[in-house]
């Protein structure tokens, strides 16, 4: 594992704040502190604050994209592409929980063109998303339901899996993958 350049450990360690605190809270002075540096110093490194928002929230939302990606360009069924965003969203939880975080609360602090950015980011994979549902009702693969329920009901529980995930103490991964998808495609109720 390569070691972390100054800017990456402050990004980090902002991440961490930002979690914690939520960004309003947390001060150029906060992650000076929490690095053990002068607040001066850190703009040897960095421009801002919202730079450091900007750079975990878009990079987590290039994850979800580069993901979609794969998955629309994939010739598998929507049943199948759903199961792969449903393990993708847990390996970005696993992987990205603190820029998730950031994702989810902080967003609307960006601003000017990395908003436009992130919100272009997020309406791009909520349709590819919805369109992928809408195939497999059109298939008969998923039963006829509204596909904004559908879409909501996953993507809200998958939006807040890394606040769950970190409170549960780390479930194993591959349980977590097969559990969620087998409750989210085939549900919970026990079909004799």
């Given at each position: 594992?390569?070691?972390?350049?100054?800017?990456?450990?402050?990004?980090?360690?902002?991440?961490?704040?930002?979690?914690?605190?939520?960004?309003?809270?947390?001060?150029?002075?906060?992650?000076?502190?929490?690095?053990?540096?002068?607040?001066?110093?850190?703009?040897?490194?960095i421009s801002s604050k919202q730079e450091i928002l900007a750079t975990?929230?878009?990079?987590?939302?290039?994850?979800?994209?580069?993901?979609?990606?794969?998955?629309?360009?994939?010739?598998?069924?929507?049943?199948?592409?759903?199961?792969?965003?449903?393990?993708?969203?847990?390996?970005?939880?696993?992987?990205?929980?603190?820029?998730?975080?950031?994702?989810?609360?902080?967003?609307?602090?960006?601003?000017?063109?990395?908003?436009?950015?992130?919100?272009?980011?997020?309406?791009?994979?909520?349709?590819?998303?919805?369109?992928?549902?809408?195939?497999?009702?059109?298939?008969?693969?998923?039963?006829?339901?509204?596909?904004?329920?559908?879409?909501?009901?996953?993507?809200?529980?998958?939006?807040?899996?890394?606040?769950?995930?970190?409170?549960?103490?780390?479930?194993?991964?591959?349980?977590?993958?097969?559990?969620?998808?087998?409750?989210?495609?085939?549900?919970?109720?026990?079909?004799?």
């Amino acid at each position: 594992m390569k070691a972390l350049s100054r800017k990456e450990e402050i990004i980090s360690t902002a991440s961490h704040l930002f979690k914690e605190k939520g960004y309003n809270a947390v001060t150029m002075r906060d992650i000076a502190e929490a690095m053990g540096m002068k607040a001066a110093s850190l703009y040897n490194h960095i421009s801002s604050k919202q730079e450091i928002l900007a750079t975990l929230i878009l990079e987590v939302a290039n994850e979800f994209t580069r993901g979609m990606n794969a998955v629309i360009s994939d010739v598998s069924s929507p049943l199948e592409k759903i199961q792969t965003i449903i393990e993708m969203h847990i390996d970005i939880t696993v992987n990205y929980s603190e820029g998730l975080a950031a994702l989810n609360n902080d967003w609307m602090h960006l601003e000017n063109d990395h908003l436009k950015a992130f919100v272009k980011m997020r309406t791009d994979y909520e349709e590819n998303f919805r369109t992928i549902i809408k195939q497999g009702i059109d298939s008969g693969e998923i039963h006829a339901r509204h596909p904004e329920v559908i879409l909501f009901s996953i993507l809200s529980t998958l939006r807040t899996l890394y606040v769950w995930y970190q409170k549960r103490g780390k479930l194993d991964v591959n349980v977590l993958k097969k559990d969620m998808v087998a409750v989210f495609l085939n549900g919970i109720v026990n079909k004799h």
